[in-house]
Structure formats: structure tokens, C-alpha cells
């Protein structure tokens, strides 16, 4: 698990850097490409909504007071995508070192994510195996009362110029870890047009 999280983290670094790049190129006179949530404000807490449910004793131990969590992937809205946008890809990446939801090849007419859209089976994109082993959006569920007290959770859209080509198999789904390193190649052979991120927060540990 530390060596998946280093391999995140290295990767979202090097995302971010390009991202800069990104806003650094734009063209005079075109809008910048946005991420924006109606369920969250950006920098906002995270609602129960959007959280995992791991119930024990009757309890949810994802929350400070036990309430249940609705580990519904939030909804997401982006405007303004870059000329040339062929596919978008979304993320959710806890920036202790986590990735929470990976959907790929979501196709260019695409401009909004419902609320839950990253359950099982989507139909928006194929997804990724998240931090907790399975194939749909994982809400957070940061431990209490060990550090960071506050988690930063990252949503990012990426826009291409082309679809990922992910190797895929019923046995063997693909990783958070190969969507990244797809991604990062994509960067580098400039296929990434651009990219807009939005974060929420959220903690189990009592202030």
C-alpha cells in the first residue's frame, strides 16, 4: 500500500506541475477551464452524503457521531473545456496518499457528473479500483485522531485529445495506479489539454 501511495503521490505531483503549464499557455481571450460541485463549495467540509458507510455495532465509524454516510460520489459540473477535447477523465485523490475514484473516457459531450455517478456498473465511464478494492467512488474515511486531523480531498477533471487505452480484463480491472501512470504519459506526450480541480475536507476526529 505505501509503494501505491508514493507512486499516487509522485504522479499527482507531476499532474499538477502540468496543470500550472496548462494555465500558463492559455490562449488570450479564451476561459479558463472550471470545476465546480453543487453539493460542496470548494474548500468547504464534505456533506455525509458524499462519505463512506462502515457500519460496526450499529455504528458508523466513518463519522464523528456514527451517522450513517451515503458514499455517493458528489456532483461535479465542468465549463469552458479546452478546443479539442476528445475525453474527460476524473479523479478524487486524498492528498494523504489515497484515491478514492478514478473514471476514465468519459466521452467530450459530457459537461456534468449527477450525483452517485460513480457507482458500479456506470454508465458516464469506465472506472478504476479505488483504495478500498473495488470498482465505483469510495467515500473518505480518514482515521480519527491521527494525523492529519483534517483530510484534503482533491476532484479533478482532466480534458484530452483522445481516449485512455487502459488494459482491461474481468479478472484483472485496471488500477488507480495505471490510470495514473497513463495519465502521466498522456502529459508528456502533450495529449492533456487541461484541467480543473475543486477540493473538499473532511475529518473523524472531534475538535
Known amino acids: ?3 501505491l501511495c508514493m507512486v499516487a503521490l509522485a504522479a499527482f505531483g507531476f499532474l499538477a506541475l502540468a496543470d500550472f503549464k496548462f494555465a500558463q499557455d492559455q490562449p488570450d ?6 470545476l465546480s460541485s453543487t453539493t460542496f463549495e470548494n ?3 464534505l456533506p455525509i452524503s458524499a462519505i463512506q458507510n462502515i457500519q460496526y455495532e450499529g455504528s458508523n465509524v466513518c463519522s464523528i457521531d456514527g451517522s450513517p454516510g451515503g458514499d455517493e460520489s458528489p456532483e461535479l459540473s465542468w465549463t469552458h473545456a479546452p478546443r479539442g477535447t476528445k475525453s474527460f477523465v476524473v479523479i478524487v485523490f486524498d492528498t494523504d496518499g489515497f484515491t478514492h475514484w478514478g473514471m476514465y473516457n468519459i466521452s467530450a459531450a459530457i459537461t456534468q ?10 454508465t458516464y465511464g469506465p472506472q478504476v479500483v479505488n483504495t478500498y478494492g473495488t470498482l465505483n467512488y469510495g467515500g473518505p474515511c480518514p482515521p480519527p485522531n491521527y494525523p492529519p486531523d483534517v483530510h484534503d480531498y482533491v476532484f479533478t477533471v482532466y480534458a484530452l485529445d483522445r481516449k485512455l487505452d487502459l488494459p482491461t480484463s474481468t479478472n484483472f480491472p485496471p488500477t488507480a495506479d495505471t490510470l495514473f501512470s497513463a495519465l502521466v504519459e498522456a502529459g508528456r506526450c502533450g495529449h492533456i489539454l487541461g484541467s480543473a480541480s475543486i477540493s473538499g475536507l473532511y475529518s473523524t476526529t472531534p475538535e
Open 1 to 3: 500500500m505505501k509503494t
Open 29 to 34: 481571450g479564451e476561459r479558463r477551464f472550471e
Open 43 to 45: 474548500g468547504a467540509t
Open 113 to 122: 457528473l449527477p450525483e452517485n455517478a460513480g457507482v458500479a456498473g456506470s
